[in-house]
């Protein structure tokens, strides 16, 4: 009876034919769009493009040829709806990590008399290294990593940037962008938002949000492949002012003036630094082309029904070994549901040996994503059902379930 | 009889078999490897592979299985015997600017007292940006960029960092990286290179050279395609000492752990940050095979030969409306050879249209490069025939030579 249910509101889902775009293996019921997002057929093809025939053949003529010292901007063009955005308040380039370096030294230097960099203990861990890489580099700011639930009562006339991970990567538990946004703005703050695991899954809405600076990735939701390129979002408001710290050649004004006097690209361009990658943003550009006409609001009903269905389903069926530990209030979360059990780590290995794929987060949890363009409500559905089955068999405890692995 | 003299000197040519790896187009002759690598046809195969299986089949368990998270070390292992280094002592990551953003924040720490970054007015202009950058960002630190004959008296007690590109961009004149490193490290200096027009070309030897930290590009002699990740290097000596501005987690020493403190990766790793670009690293993994049992003073030989052979032909064969201002010992250049001509420009755009692709850089240069992997002296001979014809004939003065292109 669940299942059918689920069969039908597949047939009533508005964004079902996204998925008829990606190539998923048959039999696999693939919940970890939120770590690494799913090939889309299209974007293969591209990249045979770029390399047999942009590269291959038109060589170093397809920078202007091809469009290639476009790619960037192009990006930029497919992302900014996405994200509530200009196209010009955004840069495509380098990793997340690197445009948080960057976001938070010219955020911090927004604000030259405060001296506190605030932030959570429940951040992704890379974005307090790097802050704490800042801090040391510059030597005149100070790392205030805080309870995740006392950011609000944290911030005063002293804190010159707020920087926090919209979903939390572990529970999936959201902050609230608008009030914490307005918070910090109301003390005199800067903030920097780390948008990751919110861009594709959720009505991201910067200009709504009134956000100062941003980053994220895009090879979760946003399906750009392994390690593609990440963006970094800079408000209008802040155009004549902001500066970046890594100064290269792709950030300047006319990069091919070869000038040795630096002068900054307009707007969020002068992020960019060096030579952009291009098979990456080839790949990049490719896959985003599904997103057109596709709405934000969409895509967060349909993760909430998802995830609701997931939250509902564990709970009719799967014994108390396993703790929903995640919000179950839809708009508290994110695309994602993440549960507590006592062998974590051998439980997803369990369920990857069954076809269902999701990934382990130290010490004790199991993650569950829900990407809304191409998991189906049947997927949840026969999730839970081999997520039951593995518990009520103790299918995890099994020597090849505990072998050790350098990713999790 | 020039010409089979060239095909006689490729016939002994002991590189002549790498250029089979290569896809070349038919009747083109590419001498702008200096600025972007020929494709070779394994490497496109290995990316169809990366992107239909590992990404799309594998999805995340190819961090594991496909080795995914292992591609930075594997590249370099196979980078540290054309540089002269140990693997260790090699982190493959960013782009160039990136890397030498870290590598001049991390060298400038190795000197705390000291307050001058030395560098000269023949270095990449990108490179000076980011020096500038950094002292913008630190606010502790001037940039001298002084006349590069005059780098050597411009050392003394006041410098922490000497920064210098190895091979100048534009004239292919190569400082001298011994006697320059020597002369640094007398005054208590420590030394960052930019190899990104040297290595694949000549013979580069960090460890002969006592070099303390460099950088470089992989997508010009190393042919790891359009914006291909780029490298830096610090010596071991530095290992227990040296730490990185950009902290991110995959230069965590253990970056699934997930733990909210910093710990470095052992060795240049710790230069590692955000993910890698895992398509553009498995291209490049590919693209260095060909380099395998390759001897770097064989490089350097060859590409003595083909500018040796080039400026003498240009001589021979060329009228005075172009000047050589390469140097014209061959230990003082690189695998480059510039002319000066009054209308560099449409002179590049008119070789273009005859199949002979150099590049032009402003105001009035046109440069040739010459990859010993897979350019012939036969291409040499064949190259200097039609500069000389559009030389002779007034070629480059037409309307659609002079069009502005956005890359130059």
Redesign the interface.
Known sequence: MDRRRCLEADLADPLAAARTHF?L?EG?I?L?GN??G??QPV??AR??DV??HE???G??????DAG???LPRRIAGRLAPLLGADRTELAVT?????NL?KAL?AARRLRPDRHVLLTD?AN???D???A???A????DLEVR?VHTDEVASHLDAEVAVLTLTHVDYRTGRLHDPVDLTAAAHAVGAVTVWDLSHSTGALDVDLHRWDADLAVG?T?KYLNG??????YLYVAQRWHEEI????????G?AQP?????G?QPAPGAERFH?????????A?LESALEVWEGIDRAQLAAKAAELTDRFIALVDERCDDTVEVVTPRDPTRRGAQVSLRHAHADALTQAL?ARGV?G?H??PDLVRFGFAPLYVRHVDVCDAVEQLREVLATRAWDRPEHHAR????
């Open positions: 190539a293996p696999l693939y970890d770590s690494l799913a090939l974007v293969a990249l045979r390399v047999e590269w291959g053949a060589l170093i003529r397809s920078w202007n290639w010292v476009e380098d990793s997340t990590s690197a370096f030294a203990d992704f861990p890379t307090v290294y790097v704490q890489g800042l040391t580099l510059t030597g990593v990735c090879y492949g392994p390690g593609s390129p990440a500066s970046t710290p890594v100064q290269g050649w792709f300047h091919f003036a070869f000038s040795l630096y630094d060096g030579t952009p990658p291009v098979l990456s943003m790949a990857i794929i990934d987060r130290p692995r350098t990713v999790t």
